[in-house]
């Protein structure tokens, strides 16, 4: 099983992907949990998506999702599994927030709120490194070598 979730190539379009991911995925998920770059914070966040009627435990596990999966992107360690945690968090907010908007942005602020086609997005990026792995320069790279 630990091998399965490590086993990559030394391909570097994978590493692309899960590099690019996992900056934009650490940014929102620090402005989650440390209130960086203008973010409220762990406690702010948590509370928020309680009052939005989300229980206490999925949130913090989508806090989590954002912040370690972003951090495990960027280092290439367990890749499938951040990049199955940031999915899920897409998955949900497409369901929950953004499918009633239909697909585009809302660049002309001609909608109520945002689409989902960054979502979609999102999810054929993480799609890619759930099955291709970390790629190259990766910590799961090192690892499955030295097996």
């Not at 999925?58 to 199955?84: K, T």
């Not at 109520?112 to 799609?127: D, Q, R």
């Amino acid at each position: 099983m630990w091998r399965k979730l490590i086993d990559t190539n030394k391909q570097a379009s994978p590493a692309i992907l899960r590099l690019v991911l996992g900056v934009v995925f650490f940014a929102h998920g620090a402005q989650k949990v440390l209130g960086w770059w203008g973010g409220r914070g762990f406690s702010a966040t948590l509370s928020g998506f309680e009052h939005s009627g989300i229980p206490a435990v999925f949130a913090f596990l989508a806090i989590a999702a954002e912040f370690l999966g972003g951090i495990g992107l960027i280092l290439g360690l367990l890749g499938r599994v951040a990049a199955f945690g940031i999915a899920c968090n897409m998955l949900v907010a497409v369901v929950k927030v953004h499918a009633p908007n239909g697909l585009f942005m809302n660049w002309g602020s001609q909608q109520k709120g945002e689409g989902f086609e960054y979502h979609l997005l999102v999810l054929a990026m993480t799609a890619a490194i759930m099955i291709m792995g970390s790629g190259a320069l990766s910590v799961d790279g090192a690892l499955s070598r030295r097996r």
